[in-house]
């Protein structure tokens, strides 16, 4: 790793929203009350049963986090009630999100059971999903007062008042909008066209933190109070000033690079062999559509050609057999050339 990265050139350049630092803040079975009372934040806002306890069932693990982005859960959690959730940190929104998101909710709900099993042991699942970019009402520049926490709820198409699931939805989303997020703590949001509202207070604390927790005076400038938010602080600092943490960060941002340049290079070869092979099969196709119109179009002209030949020739027969009747009649022949137009040595050779 270079020399110049430091504690001090990390916290430029690792946030609190860091795909390890997540994973190592959240999955840490030392700091489950930690993980819990974002949790609680979260389903606070939206008005949901907060939980007891929880469990971490996706401990971090950094040589495994370093490289396996794409292919593992950030942070899985099951509370004392056996309600499984998945705490995810998204730095862009692609167009497979939601695939993924609904994915990795069936695939918690669908582990609760084995074999012969009974479907009545299942418990809700609950995906948050924390997004650096915003997926709702896409739009150039981020609006103040815009929706940042979004979350579902499964309701009769033909009856949009009423619950679907009599006992609540099986699997739930969470969406939280960081770009959305306001620094104002009475700042309002809007729910829908007529009605805004704060964000709770607990979630105000952790998205504060989380957007800008990396900051050295973070506590001091906006004279933090909350516990949990502190001890988040002293885990951030420990993380930046852990050489092995820090570098495994920038390996982990380094493989996400290099993931993104080796798709971009591949789009650009096949845009190129794509480009290469429609010239190709194009300049192919071109020469037999034109062989195929030059065939037709020799065929019209040859038609012209022959219907006007063939007037020309019947036109020449009817003047010979004119002039053969004439010289029959021992008429001159300067006379039946004028009449014919035939020359006098043309009506001579006529038998």
Not at 17 to 28: I, K
Not at 119 to 148: F, N
Not at 182 to 209: I, S
Not at 290 to 296: E, S
Request: with cysteine; proline share 2%; hydrophobic share 35%.
């Amino acid at each position: 790793m270079k020399e110049e990265w430091t504690t001090e050139y990390a916290r430029a350049h690792i946030c609190p929203t860091s795909d390890l630092f997540v994973r190592y803040l959240f999955s840490s079975p030392k700091k489950e009350h930690l993980t819990m009372s974002f949790i609680n934040a979260v389903l606070e806002d939206a008005a949901k049963p907060i939980v007891a306890s929880v469990e971490i069932l996706s401990p971090f693990q950094l040589s495994r986090s370093i490289c396996e982005k794409e292919s593992i859960m950030d942070v899985k959690v099951k509370d004392s009630s056996g309600r499984m959730y998945d705490v995810e940190i998204q730095t862009s929104t692609p167009a497979a999100f939601w695939s993924r998101m609904t994915f990795y909710n069936n695939s918690m709900y669908n582990e609760q059971i084995g074999a012969s099993e009974k479907y009545e042991s299942l418990q809700p699942t609950t995906v948050i999903a924390l997004l650096k970019d915003h997926l709702y009402e896409k739009k150039e520049k981020v609006r103040k007062g815009d929706k940042l926490h979004h979350y579902s709820l499964v309701v009769h198409e033909d009856s949009r008042n009423d619950d679907f699931y009599p006992n609540g939805d099986p699997e739930k989303f969470h969406i939280l909008e960081l770009d959305r997020f306001d620094f104002n703590e009475d700042a309002l949001y809007n729910v829908d066209g007529n009605r805004k509202r704060k964000l709770g207070e607990k979630l105000y604390h952790w998205l504060r933190f989380l957007q800008d927790g990396a900051r050295s005076d973070f506590m001091k400038e906006y004279t933090e109070t909350e516990l949990a938010i502190k001890e988040a602080k002293q885990e951030y600092e420990k993380f930046i000033a852990d050489q092995e943490l820090r570098d495994a960060q920038l390996r982990h941002e380094m493989w996400l690079h290099d993931q993104a340049q080796a798709k971009y290079e591949a789009e650009v070869i096949g845009r190129e062999e794509g480009y290469q092979t429609g010239h190709k099969n194009g300049l192919q196709d071109g020469l037999k559509e034109g062989r195929q119109q030059g065939l037709q179009q020799g065929i019209q002209e040859g038609i012209q050609e022959g219907i006007q030949q063939g007037i020309q020739q019947g036109i020449q027969q009817e003047k010979s057999e004119i002039a053969k009747n004439m010289k029959s009649l021992g008429m001159e022949i300067t006379a039946i050339a004028k009449v014919t137009g035939l020359s006098v040595e043309e009506i001579n050779e006529l038998q």
